[in-house]
């Protein structure tokens, strides 16, 4: 027979609880803790102005006194306006429009000028008087 040593105890140590304790407080931390986004300045960054390409063209309209419309000092018909528009815009970006009528020109003449002009560009357009 053997003998049996009476202060020999199998001790075993039950992890579980200990587990349970930590991954709680894992989940309490991660809970409260607050996430802060960096905060970075805004910036407004200027565009760059490329340099365009065409250059900029100005036409300059001329009613006389006798109805006669000028295009850059050069005596035009007064149905092909937005044809010499076009021949202008192919030179370069039309970026305004001068339009001088004399103080005998007639009323009509005018209108059909700005309506052929606005027909064809959206650019502005300034009038004034000859003399």
């Known amino acids: 027979m053997t003998k049996q040593n009476p202060h020999t105890q199998n001790a075993e140590v039950d992890m579980n609880p200990m587990l349970d304790i930590v991954f709680i407080l894992l989940i309490f931390f991660i809970v409260t803790t607050s996430f802060n986004r ?33 295009l850059n000092n050069k005596v035009i018909d007064a149905q092909s306006i937005a044809i010499n528009l076009a021949r202008l815009d192919a030179n370069g970006e039309i970026t305004a429009i001068s339009v001088a009528a004399d103080k005998e020109s007639t009323h009509n003449t005018l209108v059909h000028l700005l309506n052929e002009i606005k027909g064809y560009t959206s650019a502005p357009v300034s009038l004034g008087n000859l003399r």
Do not use: G, H, W
């Not at 805004?42 to 036409?59: A, C, F, G, H, I």
């Open 38 to 70: 960096p905060t970075a300045l805004d910036l407004n960054r200027v565009k760059e102005n490329k340099p365009s390409l065409s250059q900029t063209v100005t036409p300059q309209f001329q009613i006389t006194n006798d109805n006669q419309i000028l």
